[in-house]
């Protein structure tokens, strides 16, 4: 793990046990860059990526003499950068990074973590709490194993934020169900072991230590600034503040709130006043900020109780609480009254003889001598624990750098805790490795491939012998390159057990391997069940230069004129805000947190938009901002409101209000019309199989064919025994097959391969694999279904309908289908042709089926916000074939009713100004589906519902 800080770059090679159900520590080695002038961490070169990559090489060095040669290959590294490297901006950290894991990946063994489980990333600040809580928590041996005991919770004190991470324990004094962590972006839920910790963990931009000194240095001078209006010959003189040490000083550089940066000399009173340094500590953290979600602990924040939740456990205090704590000779643990009394005597100064107490500690008195803000230091500390988190005198906390002569820190709590790599479980080294080849399918269509999969692969249809892992990697191969693995390892626990001595072993292997083989994989740490890589609501250096779309739930920070003009230009059907902050601005930073959350909560309804003043000089002189935080709103590209503070209830209330203007809320959700409001999940299919003898007799000497006979084999053992047991065909065969039967068999034959085809694509796994079949197979045959309409065969026209209808099962297929007009406009022209074919009844029901299916999909990402699948052009012409039918269909209830479902489902929530309504006004809807009433008596309901949104 390379822990790339701002100041240098740090190594830590941990070596673990694997052999048992959880991985043991055994050692650790650690290395960290050399100094050197300017810094030897990765931000140290914002302008040569490559020499930034280059200065972890002495740090793997290290892992290369440390890891033995036999598992490097299986030993994972990943890079986690902080803050430094985000101050550079997107641009420059995009490729300092992209820079460090091409020369892992290039130049070093060990397999870098994937970008999707944050390989080599800047660190969110959320994470890296928990991270340290982690840490913490499994050297101490409370997590990992199978029974859970109480956790300890972990209070990091940095320079700019101060951490909270705990397992809030909630119990009922009546004898009821306990009270549960609130839901919220604090909730964090972390499994490994089998076990489930929910804990609360919270990050308080702008009180961390140096912050907290800033702001009381700031709330001093004000005060001063305030008597002495008019001049400033105050500041020449010394300023007394009561947080310095009696008989100390020294200069600082403060910016007031008129945005003038002062440079003065602050100074310790005459006599000591630890208690008015503690007043200044408690207005810093505004204990009578509005709270929104309570009980909160300061600044308005929410968080359990700790004493009700969280009385007796440990606690463990790292950092600053360290720092500056431990060379003045304090034991590792101790209560916070003692550290109040510890504060007091720094506050009373040297000259008052109190510092008497520590000349028997080495260091302690040039530590004193040293920091004449150490008076300030403690007080905020003791502030924070106590007043802040609500802490009793008497409540003891514990600091360490080390536990077990492992560093404490985040950095081992950063291990992948989910994933097995090859090689590092207990089973060992694999006994052969074989090269699959290489797929160029994108990262998001695998995922959603592997998602389809959940119903087959089930933890209930394992079996060692019969369907184990070797099966699901069969079935991946096939989609992934197209071509199954070996035919020796899908049938090893075959060939094993019809030996005599396997038959003799079965029952003893199977009792005792089950549980080992079936034991639960820890799921993801991500929060909220959320990737990595694809979080919501977190800041990021966007350059709208790079990207031309604006990315839902990002505040972007533009530091260009010209960049700040295109993410307004992009709002103009919107909204935008602009928030001004400065990083001089200590209470710009507490709202930093919400505005996130509702950049999260607007997605692609609004830009939000952060203006750093400090870097973005040339939009200041534009702008003539002369306050920080300052927020601007815009709507439909006009200024709307301004207003200045770091109010977070008045920023939410301004913020909802205008994405209200901006997104009124649909007529349509004012109706109360239950069956067009829901989701339609279930499409309609046709999963019947036909007489699988005859159909193959019906294609003449195709029928012989092994690809045909290998179909059939396989949708057999599928019906017989279950998806689990039915091990896939080669697909590209079946591919290969069913494309030359359609250019070289006459059009009359073809329904019977169709129809084979059709009962097979129900499998999850084939139509996943025909999703990005690069024969275009399905394509292929919905062309050819629609050839000379009137020319198609009844039997193909049918079965082609009932296989398109079938790919609706598939979410992989069903979005191509839609979004794609490659496949949308050939599928359409298969619905409105056999939507209107009056001889054959069957044919209309399956065609509105399949336009139901259309329809349902689309409404679906509708009414969950998301854009439409289908374009605009293409609903219009599928709405007036439907509604064409509509007006002809009475015969058939099915028909009539899949109708009325895909026009109310087309036109549920469309734009009232759009080409869809246009139409439905044109053609006279309205009195379309108001003539069906009272065709079929069970459908005026719907008609009812259907007639409301065309209305």
């Avoid at 924040?301 to 003045?328: C, G, M, N, W």
């Avoid at 394992?462 to 096939?478: I, K, P, R, T, V």
């Avoid at 094993?496 to 079965?506: A, D, K, S």
């Avoid at 065909?729 to 068999?745: C, E, R």
Wanted: proline fraction near 6%.
């Amino acid at each position: 793990m390379v822990d790339a800080g701002s100041t240098g770059s740090r190594i830590h090679v941990y070596r673990f046990n694997n052999c048992g159900d959880t991985p043991e520590l055994e050692g650790e080695k650690f290395k960290m860059t050399e100094k050197r002038e300017g810094g030897s961490g990765l931000s140290s070169y914002p302008d040569d990526p490559e020499a930034a990559a280059a200065s972890l090489d002495m740090l793997l060095d290290e892992a290369m003499t440390s890891v033995a040669e036999e598992v490097k290959s299986c030993t994972p590294i990943a890079v986690k950068a902080t803050a430094g490297l985000r101050k550079l901006g997107e641009e420059k950290s995009k490729a300092i990074l992209a820079a460090v894991r091409t020369r892992l990946e290039t130049k070093f063994p060990f397999p870098v973590v994937s970008a999707a489980n944050g390989g080599v990333e800047v660190m969110d600040g959320k994470d890296e709490g928990v991270y340290a809580w982690i840490t913490t928590n499994y050297l101490l041996g409370k997590i990992g194993g199978p029974d859970k005991s109480p956790t300890a919770a972990v209070f990091d004190l940095g320079g700019g934020s101060t951490q909270i991470v705990f397992e809030p324990i909630f119990k009922s004094p009546s004898g009821g169900m306990p009270e549960t962590l609130l839901e919220g972006d604090h909730k964090y839920s972390f499994k490994t072991g089998g076990q489930t910790h929910e804990l609360y963990q919270h990050s308080h931009l702008g009180f961390g230590l140096m912050a907290a000194r800033e702001s009381i240095h700031k709330i001093v001078l004000q005060a001063v600034h305030d008597k002495h209006q008019g001049t400033k010959e105050w500041a020449n003189r010394e300023v007394q503040n009561p947080c310095l040490v009696p008989g100390m000083a020294r200069k600082v550089n403060v910016t007031l709130d008129d945005g003038e940066l002062y440079e003065v000399t602050m100074a310790g009173p005459d006599e000591p006043a630890p208690a008015q340094c503690r007043g200044l500590a408690e207005k810093l953290l505004q204990k009578e900020a509005a709270c929104t979600l309570a009980p909160c602990s300061f600044n308005g924040v929410h968080q359990p109780s700790l004493a009700k939740t969280f009385a007796r456990e440990d606690v463990y205090i790292f950092s600053y609480f360290y720092d500056r704590t431990q060379p003045l000779g304090m034991p590792e643990s101790f209560t916070i009254g003692e550290l109040k009394d510890l504060a007091a005597k720094v506050c009373d100064g040297e000259k008052n003889g109190a510092w008497k107490a520590f000349e028997g500690i080495e260091g302690a008195m040039e530590e004193l001598r040293g920091r004449p803000e150490g008076c300030l230091d403690l007080s905020f500390m003791v502030t924070l624990l106590h007043t802040g988190y609500e802490m009793g005198l008497n409540r003891e906390v514990k600091i360490a750098k080390k536990i077990g002569g492992n560093e404490l820190g985040w950095c081992l709590g950063a291990r992948d805790w989910r994933d097995s790599y090859p090689g590092s479980t207990h089973h060992g080294q694999p006994m052969e490795k074989i090269s699959m080849g290489q797929t160029q399918l994108p990262l998001e269509v695998i995922l959603e491939y592997l998602d389809s999969l959940r119903t087959v692969y089930t933890m209930e249809s394992y079996d060692l012998f019969l369907h184990n892992c070797n099966n699901f990697s069969n079935d991946f191969a096939m989609f992934l390159v197209g071509k199954g693995i070996p035919d020796h390892i899908t049938s090893l626990p075959e060939t094993v057990l019809n030996t005599p001595f396997g038959q003799m072993l079965r029952p003893q292997l199977d009792q005792a391997m089950r549980g080992v083989t079936q034991a639960p994989v820890p799921p993801s740490n991500i929060p909220n069940g959320q990737p990595r890589g694809a979080r919501t609501g977190v800041s990021a250096n966007q350059s709208p230069a790079q990207e031309a779309t604006h990315v839902p739930g990002i505040v972007y920070k533009p530091t260009k004129i010209t960049q700040l003009d295109q993410l307004l230009n992009s709002a103009k059907t919107k909204c935008a805000v602009i928030f001004f902050t400065s990083a001089t601005c200590p209470p710009c930073k507490i709202v930093y947190p919400a505005y996130d959350e509702l950049a999260a909560a607007a997605g692609d309804k609004a830009v939000l938009i952060k203006v750093d003043l400090s870097d973005a000089y040339e939009i200041g002189a534009k702008y003539q901002i002369r306050v920080t935080p300052t927020f601007w709103t815009f709507l439909k590209g006009e200024k709307e409101n301004e207003w200045t503070g770091a109010n977070e209830s008045q920023l939410r209330g301004n913020v909802n209000l205008l994405l209200q203007m901006a997104n009124p809320v649909h007529p349509h959700k004012h109706l109360r019309i239950h069956t067009l409001q829901r989701p339609h999940t279930k499409p309609v299919v046709y999963d019947k199989t036909p007489p699988l003898d005859k159909l193959i007799a019906k294609m003449g000497k195709c029928g012989s064919e092994p690809a045909v006979h290998a179909l059939k084999d396989f949708i057999v053992a599928r019906q017989n025994n279950g998806a689990i047991d039915a091990p896939l065909p080669s697909l590209p065969t079946v591919s290969k097959f069913i494309v030359q039967h359609l250019q070289t068999s006459p059009i009359e034959s073809l329904f019977p391969v169709v129809d084979l085809f059709r009962t097979a694509l129900v499998d999850a796994r084939v139509s996943g694999f025909f999703a990005q079949d690069p024969q275009h197979t399905v394509l292929s045959i919905i062309k050819k279904a629609t050839e000379g309409d009137a020319q198609v065969p009844y039997q193909l026209r049918i079965v082609t309908l009932h296989l398109a209808c079938n790919l609706f099962s598939s979410s992989m297929f069903a979005s191509k289908l839609l979004s794609d007009d490659n496949y949308a406009i050939p599928l359409l022209r298969l619905v409105t042709g056999s939507l209107l074919d009056l001889e054959h009844q069957p044919v209309r029901v399956a065609a509105a089926s399949l336009a139901f299916n259309i329809a349902a999909l689309n409404h679906s990402r509708r009414i969950h916000d998301q854009d439409d699948l289908l374009s605009e052009s293409n609903q219009v012409e599928l709405m007036a074939s439907v509604l064409e039918a509509m007006g002809k269909e009475r015969v058939s209830k099915e028909g009539l009713r899949g109708l009325l479902l895909a026009t109310g489902l087309l036109k549920y929530l469309a734009p009232e100004d759009g080409e869809l309504s246009d139409l439905c006004r044109a053609v006279g809807a309205r009195e379309i589906v108001s003539e069906t009433k009272g065709a079929f008596s069970d459908l005026n309901d719907l008609v009812k519902e259907v007639g409301q949104v065309i209305s």
